[in-house]
């Protein structure tokens, strides 16, 4: 199962700050991983788990966090534990959810099993809470085991109350040999004494439990749905079992001040949705009561069926209706009768699944022969549940609150594939719900979707109004905008305005309701001096209600306006080719590293400059360039598994096993080996290091290796990129045969968003990326925004490549900042350097490969590398100005 691009982004920064904490502090590390985001900086907070790491990574729902669950148990083992085979503490908040994934782990070929084997060579051993007897003393350090747990079973005031801490004579063998006086461990109290028919000679010895062997090896802690696990209990329950390592993954991370969790990485839906995992927008349509809205929600179905029928992989929609509970009117078997009595479905296209009834069962609604075509819950699909099929979410309740729109609405959003559709209807998810207004259930909606990972700004994007247009007969009925429908607001008295705010209430109207009540309405946007005097008119949660409706109107009509939005389409950006043969491919980095043939490290002198170690008695120092760790060493059984012999390690040992961790392809394995065959005998030899030391510190070896070859890549392509783009001895030029194009919708933005007071006119998108609301990067996108030939510009995303437009590099991809179509049809791009900047290597490089890009495109693209102020007084306006009338 290949990774989608933020999935790999997220392990990266996984990975990137355990290994900086190895050289430094988790604290520093924290704040690195920050930083190299462009986020604002954060204080970690350590619980009192001291230098074990102890992150959140945050993922909206659809994200996979599960399958990056189990990629996060290699990067964790390989970067922070330097270990062979861990043991993993799997914790998850439901027994549903523990059911799900121990299945998941248990299946051999199962993604999230595959990854696991592939990683720890196929010796994995994955365990209920209930098997842990099971664990033998040789299964430690010889296997990678992975104990999945609900948080519920470890959650405890007295430790007696768990079978988790019970005393159990199969554990016995583990504690043989282990210090009868290290603090970590829980001793037999008086309530094992008469629980396990124990004399009083074994009162205070260790107790032997799973928890005392869990706290005796350090387990890594996987926290799936992390959210419901940030209480006091939780992490004085955590540091029973000392953990090395825990990683949470959470949609909603905890951000109170007294237990907010360290998020080292977010995901934003956005991403999500620009890498095909889920549909969006969602279309929502509101109606008067729940038999409209149940009607709306069939017929949504059935049109969805029959532009299913135009795709090339069989999809059948389904509609997920979320009834009352037994206490309410509309409970599942008024809603089913009415579906059957009302609306004549056949009952066999029809399942209900609740506590008590559960038709889904033994059920595979991706086969072709199963007939559900409409599935009635309340919430027994909350949480675990998924099928990609459901498109259309129908709530018969009037939404009244947040809690009305259960996560329910989260089973909706899967993308049956996880690949685009080639029918735009079938990329949507639909809500049908009973609201007096849209006003309202879109703000139930918002609160709902930022509680499933939304960001706030991103919602408006992903939210709109009716779903009728994208069935319409004509050619382009789907690239029509519906209108932004008014802003409703019922007010307990009739407001008062002021002479000032005459202009503002142009698109206003007010007129008294029959219960003596006022009800206004705005068409687009309200007024901000006008919206506060509203707001004052109500008092505590119903002023922050009616705040919220103001805001997220505005929000909507804001987004409404964007070029993207109205589907105006941006110019197709030409890209850097190479001509090979006489055909033109794609230019990428690749290319520079075997333009003079295939590469080898054997080409360069075989050694690992920087790299050193240092051994005592306790302690084991590892330096590499000047940064040091110090650690403990390991005990000998851990550090001489090498999937080998237990004894006698060999260099060819040695270097078997350094092949498995450092596999690339641009490297072949003959050439590897050979490689590190040098390499470990030149270190032996020549740096007069020790097998055995090589052996303890083999994960930092690794890390050395691998720092050492991207090195010598890194030298190998440049000198292909100066052939390239200096020398001009190899072809290259800029083709529209190869092009980029920025898509309406597809926008995979990230937090920090520009929430500056400076509204930007022509911005393509409604949400702007990493741009401050001030400086002199700010100063440059006014001056592009205000230019008289710009017709609409991108603040262009970073190491997005599915959203981006991009160029080659010798070491990777240049991301210009801003991309910018003009009247004329021209395209210009720009990159704006500060003046401390603009001459260094990086900068002279990316100027180079921009300008032979707008070179080699006959005048159809400029390229500009602005600084604030040039070698000739000129501002960032003028040298925008400048490139525009060549």
């Known amino acids: 199962m290949k990774l989608k691009q933020y999935q790999e982004r997220t392990l990266a920064a996984l990975e990137a700050f355990l290994a900086e904490a190895k050289l430094s502090t988790v604290e520093h590390a ?35 966090k599960t399958v990056l669950g189990s990629h996060a148990v290699r990067v964790a083992t390989r970067a922070w534990l330097g270990q062979d085979y861990p043991i993993v503490l799997w914790l998850v908040p439901t027994s549903i959810i523990q059911t799900q994934t121990l299945e998941a782990l248990k299946q051999p070929g199962h993604p999230y099993r595959e990854e696991l084997d592939r990683a720890f060579d196929h010796r994995v051993r994955v365990l209920d809470i209930s098997e842990v007897t099971q664990i033998r003393p040789h299964d430690i350090d010889n296997q990678t085991i992975v104990v999945v747990s609900t948080l519920a079973n470890l959650r405890i005031t007295k430790t007696s109350d768990r079978k988790v801490y019970a005393y159990h004579e199969d554990f016995e063998p583990h504690f043989i040999g282990v210090d009868p006086h290290d603090p970590r461990l829980e001793r037999v109290g008086e309530d094992d004494l008469s629980e396990n028919g124990l004399g009083r000679a074994a009162l205070g010895r260790i107790k032997y439990s799973f928890a005392n062997l869990l706290a005796l090896h350090r387990p890594l802690i996987i926290m799936d749905e992390a959210h419901n696990a940030r209480t006091p209990l939780t992490f004085e329950t955590l540091k029973r079992v000392h953990p090395k390592c825990i990683i949470e993954f959470t949609a909603t991370p905890d951000v109170s001040a007294t237990s907010a969790s360290n998020v080292l990485y977010h995901v934003s839906a956005s991403e999500l949705k620009a890498e095909e995992m889920i549909k969006l927008p969602i279309m929502l349509t509101e109606h008067k009561n729940w038999q409209e809205a149940v009607r709306d929600a069939v017929l949504t179905r059935k049109r969805l069926a029959v532009e299913a029928q135009k795709d090339t992989s069989y999809i059948r929609p389904i509609v997920l209706f979320q009834a009352e509970p037994k206490n309410g009117a509309v409970t599942w078997e008024v809603l089913k009768q009415h579906l059957v009595d009302e609306l004549k479905l056949p009952a066999e296209t029809i399942a209900v699944a609740t506590g008590t009834q559960r038709e889904l069962d033994g059920l595979d609604l991706f086969n072709p022969a199963c007939k559900i075509e409409y599935i009635i819950t309340v919430e027994a699909l909350k949480e675990g549940w998924d099928c990609s099929f459901a498109y259309v979410f129908c709530s018969v309740k009037e939404v009244r609150s947040a809690k009305d729109v259960e996560q329910l609405l989260g089973r909706v959003l899967r993308m049956p594939f996880a690949k685009r559709r080639s029918v735009e209807a079938l990329n949507r998810a ?55 429908p008014p802003l409703s607001i019922e007010l307990p008295v009739q407001p008062v305005f002021r002479d000032e705010h005459t202009d503002a209430l142009r698109n206003i109207t007010v007129t008294p309701t029959e219960t003596g009540t006022f009800r206004l309405e705005a068409k687009g946007m309200l007024d901000e001096r006008v919206a506060e005097k509203l707001i004052k008119l109500f008092q505590g949660a119903e002023r922050k209600e009616v705040r919220g409706q103001i805001e997220q109107h505005n929000a909507r009509v804001e987004v409404s306006q964007a070029p993207s939005q109205r589907n105006v389409p941006f110019a197709a950006l030409p890209q850097l080719c190479l001509a090979q043969q006489g055909e033109l491919e794609l230019l990428e980095p690749e290319a520079f590293l075997f333009l003079n043939g295939d590469w080898s490290p054997l080409d360069f002198p075989v050694e690992l400059p920087g790299f050193a170690l240092k051994e005592t008695d306790t302690t084991f120092e590892v330096d590499m ?94 000198r292909g990129f100066q ?53 002199e990067e700010f100063d440059c996108a ?72 707008a070179e080699k495109s006959s005048g159809r693209c400029l390229f500009l590398m602005a600084v604030k102020e040039s070698s000739t007084g000129l501002n960032t306006l003028t040298q925008i100005e400048r490139i525009i009338d060549k």
């Open 30 to 64: 924290f704040a690195a991983a920050l930083a190299r985001q462009k986020m604002a900086p954060v204080r970690y907070r350590h619980y009192d788990f001291g230098e074990t790491p102890y992150v959140c990574l945050r993922l909206p729902t659809g994200g996979g």
């Open 430 to 484: 639909y809500a049908h719900l009973s609201s007096p207004s849209f006003s309202q259930a879109a703000q139930q909606l918002t609160d709902k979707l930022v509680n499933m990972g939304f960001e706030a700004l991103e919602v408006p994007s992903h939210l709109q109004h009716g779903c009728g247009h994208l069935f319409g007969d004509e050619g382009d009925a789907q690239n029509v905008v519906p209108e932004e």
């Open 625 to 718: 360039e000047g940064r040091r760790i110090v650690y403990h060493v390991a005990e000998e059984k851990e550090t001489y598994d090498l999937n080998l012999v237990a004894s006698n390690v060999t260099e060819t040992d040695m270097v078997r096993w350094l092949d498995r961790q450092l596999r690339r392809q641009d490297v072949t394995q003959a050439v590897m080996i050979r490689y590190l065959s040098q390499l470990v005998g030149h270190l032996i030899k020549e740096r007069g290091f020790t097998l055995t030391a090589l052996v303890r510190g083999k994960f930092l070896l690794v890390r050395a290796i691998q720092r050492q070859l991207a090195l010598l890549r890194d030298q190998v392509a440049d």
């Open 723 to 775: 052939q390239a783009l200096f020398e001009q001895t190899v072809p290259v030029e800029t083709s529209f045969d190869f092009t980029y194009r920025f898509e309406p919708g597809l926008y995979p933005a990230r937090i920090p968003y520009y929430r500056g007071r400076y509204k930007f006119a022509k911005h393509y998108y409604p949400v702007i990326e990493d741009l401050k609301g001030e400086g």
């Open 782 to 853: 006014v001056a592009i925004d205000n230019h008289p030939t710009v017709k609409h510009w991108v603040r262009n995303l970073v190491d997005r490549p599915h959203a981006s437009f991009r160029l080659p590099l010798s070491g990777g991809w240049f991301y210009p900042d801003f991309v910018v179509e003009l009247h004329d049809g021209r395209l210009l791009v720009v990159e704006y350097k500060g003046e401390a900047y603009k001459t260094n290597d990086d900068s002279r490089e990316k100027n180079a490969v921009g300008e032979l890009w």
